[in-house]
């Protein structure tokens, strides 16, 4: 034998090792054609899970849009709500002014003493001020122009006491 025909392996070895590598190559080529029909796999669903987190994302927005909108809504409602409060405050405001301005007139009274007079006039009738301001300037509005209310006349009304002359009863035919 000479030295070229010597063999580092066994014959028998080499042989092993041959089916060794086939069966390496063979295991490492079904492993590569799963992982392709894993990637087709996933490539294919890729454009579905875009689709499905677009539309999650989308969902979101339209919440948050309409959890502003109930927000606005509801400030709207208050603003409406101030406004109609403001109103009736100007409203009564202006009967209040009224009924002090009739007082003060037909009782030659300062306007704090006017408005203390509607204040315990009030108070007495468990009435609200501008109710009692409004039965005053009522009262004037409905009494003739040719006889305007004398002092005597309007404080009665006022304070709740009877209208009738002193001296009747308190019975009524």
Request: aromatic content about 2%; charged content about 35%.
């Amino acid at each position: 034998m000479s030295g070229s025909d010597i063999d580092p392996q066994p014959r028998g070895n080499r042989r092993h090792s041959d089916r060794m590598g086939d069966i390496d190559r063979s295991d490492l080529a079904e492993r590569l054609r799963l992982a392709d029909s894993l990637l087709t796999a996933l490539g294919d669903s890729l454009p579905a899970f875009e689709r499905l987190l677009s539309e999650v994302r989308h969902e979101i927005q339209q919440l948050r849009h309409e959890e502003d909108e109930q927000g606005r809504d509801e400030e709207i409602e208050t603003l409406r709500r101030e406004v109609r409060q403001l109103r009736e405050g100007m409203n009564s405001r202006a009967v209040i002014e009224r009924a002090k301005g009739i007082l003060m007139r037909s009782n030659a009274i300062s306007e704090s003493e006017s408005f203390d007079l509607l204040n315990e006039m009030s108070q007495r009738r468990h009435r609200k001020l501008r109710d009692v301001a409004a039965e005053i300037a009522d009262a004037v509005t409905s009494a003739p122009a040719e006889a305007p209310l004398t002092p005597v006349e309007v404080r009665p009304q006022l304070v709740g006491a009877p209208t009738e002359p002193a001296g009747r009863t308190g019975t009524r035919p």
